[in-house]
Nanobody, 115 residues
Framework: QVQLVESGGGLVQPGGSLRLSCAAS????????MGWYRQAPGKQRELVAG???????NYADSVKGRFTISRDNAKNTVYLQMNSLKSEDTAVYYC?????????WGQGTQITVSS
């Protein structure tokens, strides 16, 4: 059973920055593909950013150049650095871990971008 614990959410003004963290309780973290989805009210969940076990990264077009995903395999943690935040980034952000065709999810953390 994979457990994912997210942290770092909150309220931020437009143009501000936040960093999300997701700590995973797994035996061999480096084997997992990791990433972040988000879901805004009334909208479908969408992929924000992913980082493969081999280090390849991918981003939603809407966050390219503003968000950076990274991982620390020694700490079993994936990060999402979010800069130049916009009101449309407001959503619940979910961390995921993917291995062997199985996805595990965190509980979600709220990001609100508002003045």
């Amino acid at each position: 059973q994979v457990q994912l614990v997210e942290s770092g959410g909150g309220l931020v003004q437009p143009g501000g920055s936040l960093r999300l963290s997701c700590a995973a309780s797994v035996s061999i973290f480096s084997r997992y593909d990791m990433g972040w989805y988000r879901q805004a009210p009334g909208k479908q969940r969408e992929l924000v950013a992913g980082i493969r076990s081999i280090g390849t990264r991918n981003y939603a077009d809407s966050v390219k150049g503003r968000f950076t995903i990274s991982r620390d395999n020694a700490k079993n943690t994936v990060y999402l650095q979010m800069n130049s935040l916009k009101s449309e980034d407001t959503a619940v952000y979910y961390c995921y871990a993917r291995y062997g065709g199985i996805d595990s999810w965190g509980q979600g953390t709220q990001i609100t971008v508002s003045s």
